[in-house]
């Protein structure tokens, strides 16, 4: 990693948490311990075998430990060094949100990230103790990626690519550009709905928990401050 050569703690610590992807990791880690393989949900763009040197850096400097997932392979979770990074994260994205936002880029229209963000922030409990299974259509998208399942059941949210049987309980619907619109809180849920650019039917019980269940972060209160947002 490359370094700054000097001795000045702002130097020291942005060789740590500037290098490109550690914030990332810092922001996916602090809702608690990853495996790798989430990991790399989270920064689709970064390969492999840079994940693994950067998991194995941050080691090193004290950010992050390997943590027991009770699997074979050990999974990571911030230190307490790590924990004092994310207020800093939280910051940066408060200032994401307030002058950052505008008319999205192609590249910047992540399938995967948004389903992965879905799965990972989405509160299973909002449906108590029954299991309740939600139907996502992408419907700008190609039929291979148009389709996604979330299957909530045992206090845990698991995303399937191909139906996993049983009750659909909940049908959303959607565009792509729509749905992240709608997670970062450029529209509202319910104006979303009322100007017909997101569709919720199904069982009452479960589009009465369907906003619970979707657990928008703080961020998506943050309003923009461009002229142009």
Known sequence: ?????????????AEV???????????DL????????DLQRGVPLMSPSLLSSRLKWLIEEG??????????RPGYALTKAGGEFVPVVEGLGIWGQRWTR?????????????????????????????RCLIRLELSDQADA???????????????????????????????????????????????AIDTHRLEVLGDGW??????????????AKVPSRRNDA
């Open 17 to 27: 948490f500037c290098e490109r992807w550690n914030a990332l990791i810092v922001r």
């Open 63 to 72: 950010v992050i430990e390997r943590h027991n997932m009770g699997e074979k």
């Open 145 to 191: 990626k148009r389709f996604w399942w979330f299957l909530n059941q045992k206090e845990k949210c698991e995303l399937c690519v191909d139906d996993p049987g049983g009750d659909v309980n909940l049908y959303v619907a959607c565009t792509l550009p729509d749905a992240i619109h709608i997670i970062r809180g450029d529209v509202t849920m319910a104006n």
């Open 102 to 130: 505008r008319e999205l880029k192609e590249h910047e229209i992540d399938l995967g990230l948004l389903v992965w963000g879905l799965e990972s922030s989405a509160n299973p409990d909002a449906f108590g103790a029954r």
């Open 30 to 37: 602090a809702h608690g311990p990853r495996r790798f393989t």
């Open 206 to 219: 479960a589009r009465l928990a369907f906003a619970d269940w979707l657990n928008l972060g703080p961020l």
């Open 1 to 13: 990693m490359k370094s700054y050569g000097q001795f000045c703690p702002v130097a020291k610590a």
